[in-house]
């Protein structure tokens, strides 16, 4: 389905009846995001959200992505998958070996299709330029803050159009955007991406770098934004493949180098000059769940804002999962398996990147197994495709497993594993925004072959695992005063190989001594893995303490073995200090609402139309926090 502005989209979705109106005024500063925290984290309410009275002229939607249904509405197919099979047909028709003429022929539709899905430079003004702002004013717009500590205001849902200026290669990225001016932002480039490449080949031409921010129109093009393409790839070929229909651009008025879709329900032109000195930006309550910190980006000047008569400003939240960007992960995941399977990995059978790991964090990939030493391979292969390579955690099994089962995938990659030989351990390139690592985005990596195992690759037989009957989880509290909290729910019920504990740390290797004594006991037989946490974790929640344990955890550094024989891996996923550990970097805290918002939205939430009294999540976290900034001072 095609939408021609967000108007449209918003129409789709009331017909749906997934968009709730509201008509009180919800102030953009902090308390759009507390309603929206609210409604995402509520499965049986989770609708999105129009906010008609914003103090602006325009109103402002959000979480209209932030389900599975309606990131299906938002690629018009009936369940996410759907697009793999057209993705799948198109790969296949065009792979086949053509032997003759006819069968060259035969192709002649299908390239037809790829040429009508090209995006094409139109004539005149288009829709986004409607209105011409007299004097451009970021001001004017609904922009949110979303968290008490971020640095200020921030464009969330900007497709940020950039050129390389020495090919004209087009590249649409999204970069939060800190607003410091009526007429200047923040340009949050990490080193990785395209964009940032282009700035530094302008900072070798000395040039100024156009750039254009799209925002609203067709739902696609913001998911076409966020999509991991190869450079060389227009994410409005991608955008023009998922709508069926191509994207009409027009050129931007002040930067007529770059060309923006003419439906887009705002465009914001400026320019970056390399040779300028960059902004302190940050810090922003970011998709991990923790505060990214302050850092230097370079500056963006507007030099026009255009706009849509009727327009409505797009914005999402991110934050403690799970939010809408999980689920537009989901749907990368999903498109993007075939070209994986089809170009680079063919063994694979299927992938699932589960919210609690935040995109890179935790990876699930089953494949077609025939050989010994497979794994590796597809762990290799893994770790060098494209955003793949920001992976930190890779779990692989074989088989008919259920990937979405995990309780069935955990009892069949356990029984698999031989701890000290079947986890693999390596580093490389990390994302930007993981502060475990030692240093800034070069980090450990750990892949758990949870295959079935050839003759070649057994050191020695797997026994089937069941937790002693002579274990018990008060004991260990009773006995270890710094243990807090033990979850052996995967063992005892499950016979899963694995338990969760919460540890207060007070000195140094105290994890590590921690974990060789409790390897030492008779009751602990068996087991395969122990995580780690911090004390201020709830170790009964699986979910919560699974997030904090994979964003608080470098692999390659915080792993350590029993000096036994039967080794027991353990992994360290607590915070780490200079103090304790000899941590040289900033350690950010988690995201959490402020009492004063939490307590304004519950007193506006009977005007808000959205049922009875949903509580804030942040009460959950409140007392995990350390301190109330952005970033835990080393007192904590």
Request: charge should be negative; include cysteine.
């Given at each position: 389905?095609?939408?021609?502005?967000?108007?449209?989209?918003?129409?789709t979705?009331?017909?749906?009846?997934?968009?709730?109106r509201?008509?009180?005024?919800?102030?953009?500063?902090?308390?759009?995001?507390?309603?929206?925290?609210?409604?995402?984290?509520?499965p049986?309410?989770?609708?999105?959200?129009?906010?008609?009275?914003?103090g602006?002229d325009?109103?402002?939607?959000?979480?209209?992505?932030?389900?599975?249904?309606?990131?299906?509405?938002?690629?018009?197919?009936?369940k996410?998958?759907?697009?793999?099979?057209?993705?799948?047909s198109i790969?296949?028709t065009?792979?086949?070996?053509?032997s003759?003429?006819?069968?060259?022929l035969a192709?002649l539709?299908?390239?037809?299709?790829?040429?009508?899905?090209m995006?094409?430079v139109?004539?005149?003004?288009?829709?986004?330029?409607?209105?011409v702002?007299s004097?451009?004013?970021?001001?004017?717009?609904?922009?949110l803050k979303?968290?008490?500590?971020d640095?200020?205001?921030?464009?969330?849902?900007?497709?940020?159009?950039?050129?390389?200026?020495?090919?004209?290669?087009?590249?649409?990225g999204?970069?939060?955007?800190?607003?410091?001016?009526?007429d200047m932002?923040?340009?949050?480039?990490?080193?990785?991406?395209?964009?940032?490449?282009?700035?530094?080949?302008?900072?070798?031409l000395?040039?100024?770098?156009?750039?254009?921010v799209?925002l609203?129109?067709?739902?696609?093009y913001?998911?076409?934004?966020?999509?991991?393409?190869?450079?060389?790839?227009?994410?409005?070929?991608?955008?023009?493949?998922?709508?069926?229909?191509?994207?009409?651009?027009?050129k931007?008025?002040?930067?007529?180098?770059?060309?923006?879709?003419?439906?887009?329900?705002f465009?914001?032109?400026?320019y970056?000059?390399?040779?300028?000195?960059?902004?302190?930006?940050?810090?922003f309550?970011?998709h991990t769940?923790?505060?990214?910190?302050?850092?230097?980006?370079?500056?963006?000047h507007?030099?026009?804002?255009?706009?849509?008569?009727?327009a409505?400003?797009?914005?999402?939240?991110?934050?403690?999962?799970?939010?809408?960007?999980?689920?537009l992960?989901?749907?990368?995941?999903?498109i993007?398996?075939?070209?994986?399977?089809?170009?680079?990995?063919?063994?694979?059978?299927?992938?699932n990147?589960?919210?609690?790991?935040?995109?890179?964090?935790?990876?699930i990939t089953?494949?077609?197994k025939?050989?010994?030493?497979?794994?590796?391979?597809?762990?290799?292969?893994?770790?060098?495709?494209?955003q793949?390579?920001?992976?930190?955690?890779?779990?692989l099994?074989?088989?008919?497993?259920?990937?979405?089962?995990?309780?069935?995938?955990?009892?069949?990659?356990?029984?698999?594993v031989?701890?000290?030989?079947?986890?693999?351990?390596?580093?490389?390139?990390?994302?930007?925004l993981?502060?475990?690592?030692?240093?800034?985005?070069?980090?450990?990596?750990?892949?758990?072959?949870?295959?079935?195992?050839?003759?070649?690759?057994?050191?020695?037989p797997?026994?089937?695992?069941?937790?002693?009957?002579?274990f018990?989880?008060?004991?260990?509290?009773?006995?270890f005063?710094e243990?807090?909290?033990?979850?052996?729910?995967?063992?005892r019920?499950w016979?899963?190989?694995?338990l969760?504990i919460?540890?207060?740390?007070e000195?140094?290797?105290?994890?590590?001594d921690?974990?060789e004594?409790?390897?030492?006991?008779?009751?602990?037989?068996?087991?395969?893995m122990?995580?780690?946490?911090?004390?201020?974790?709830d170790?009964?929640?699986i979910a919560?303490?699974?997030?904090?344990?994979c964003?608080?955890?470098?692999p390659?550094?915080?792993?350590?073995?029993?000096?036994?024989k039967?080794?027991?891996?353990?992994?360290?996923?607590?915070?780490?200090?200079?103090?304790?550990?000899?941590?040289?970097?900033p350690?950010?805290?988690?995201?959490?609402?402020?009492e004063?918002?939490?307590?304004?939205?519950?007193k506006?939430?009977?005007e808000?139309?959205?049922?009875?009294?949903?509580?804030?999540?942040?009460?959950?976290?409140?007392?995990?926090?350390y301190?109330?900034?952005?970033?835990?001072?080393?007192?904590?």
């Amino acid at each position: 389905m095609v939408h021609k502005s967000l108007r449209s989209w918003i129409e789709t979705l009331e017909k749906a009846g997934e968009l709730v109106r509201i008509k009180t005024f919800v102030d953009p500063v902090l308390e759009i995001s507390e309603i929206t925290d609210r409604v995402s984290k509520t499965p049986d309410r989770n609708k999105a959200l129009l906010f008609e009275n914003t103090g602006t002229d325009f109103p402002v939607l959000i979480n209209s992505m932030g389900s599975e249904r309606r990131m299906c509405l938002a690629l018009g197919v009936d369940k996410l998958d759907d697009v793999i099979h057209d993705i799948e047909s198109i790969f296949k028709t065009l792979s086949a070996p053509k032997s003759g003429l006819l069968e060259k022929l035969a192709m002649l539709p299908q390239l037809g299709k790829f040429a009508s899905w090209m995006p094409k430079v139109v004539g005149g003004r288009g829709a986004c330029q409607e209105v011409v702002m007299s004097k451009p004013n970021l001001d004017l717009l609904p922009i949110l803050k979303c968290w008490p500590k971020d640095g200020g205001r921030f464009v969330t849902l900007p497709a940020i159009h950039t050129k390389d200026p020495n090919t004209g290669q087009r590249n649409i990225g999204m970069y939060r955007m800190q607003v410091f001016s009526p007429d200047m932002t923040g340009m949050h480039w990490h080193k990785h991406k395209v964009s940032a490449r282009h700035y530094n080949e302008y900072k070798k031409l000395n040039k100024r770098m156009p750039v254009a921010v799209a925002l609203g129109g067709d739902p696609i093009y913001t998911y076409a934004a966020t999509a991991p393409l190869p450079e060389n790839v227009d994410e409005y070929m991608l955008a023009g493949f998922l709508r069926k229909k191509r994207v009409d651009l027009v050129k931007c008025i002040t930067q007529p180098e770059i060309e923006v879709p003419a439906d887009a329900d705002f465009i914001i032109e400026g320019y970056v000059d390399p040779g300028e000195e960059m902004v302190w930006e940050g810090p922003f309550g970011d998709h991990t769940g923790y505060y990214s910190l302050p850092d230097w980006y370079p500056r963006f000047h507007v030099t026009a804002i255009t706009h849509r008569k009727d327009a409505v400003y797009p914005a999402t939240i991110v934050g403690i999962p799970p939010q809408e960007d999980a689920w537009l992960g989901k749907a990368t995941e999903r498109i993007f398996l075939t070209p994986i399977k089809m170009t680079m990995v063919p063994e694979i059978k299927d992938m699932n990147m589960p919210i609690e790991g935040v995109f890179h964090n935790l990876v699930i990939t089953t494949i077609n197994k025939e050989y010994a030493g497979q794994g590796q391979k597809v762990m290799n292969a893994m770790w060098g495709a494209g955003q793949m390579m920001f992976n930190k955690i890779l779990v692989l099994a074989d088989g008919n497993i259920d990937i979405n089962n995990y309780k069935e995938l955990a009892q069949y990659v356990f029984n698999n594993v031989n701890p000290a030989t079947d986890i693999y351990f390596s580093q490389g390139p990390m994302d930007v925004l993981d502060h475990s690592c030692s240093k800034l985005g070069f980090g450990g990596k750990m892949c758990i072959d949870g295959t079935r195992k050839w003759e070649e690759e057994m050191s020695e037989p797997l026994q089937p695992f069941s937790l002693s009957k002579d274990f018990s989880a008060e004991a260990l509290l009773s006995r270890f005063s710094e243990i807090t909290g033990i979850n052996d729910s995967l063992a005892r019920l499950w016979n899963i190989p694995v338990l969760f504990i919460s540890i207060k740390k007070e000195r140094t290797n105290q994890v590590h001594d921690v974990h060789e004594q409790l390897s030492a006991l008779p009751a602990l037989q068996g087991i395969k893995m122990i995580l780690y946490v911090e004390h201020t974790v709830d170790v009964s929640d699986i979910a919560d303490a699974l997030w904090r344990f994979c964003n608080n955890l470098d692999p390659k550094r915080d792993h350590f073995y029993n000096s036994g024989k039967a080794k027991i891996l353990g992994l360290d996923g607590t915070r780490k200090t200079k103090a304790l550990d000899g941590f040289d970097r900033p350690w950010p805290n988690i995201i959490v609402a402020d009492e004063s918002t939490i307590a304004s939205v519950d007193k506006k939430w009977p005007e808000l139309n959205l049922g009875p009294l949903i509580t804030s999540p942040s009460l959950k976290h409140q007392n995990q926090m350390y301190g109330e900034e952005a970033e835990v001072s080393e007192q904590f």
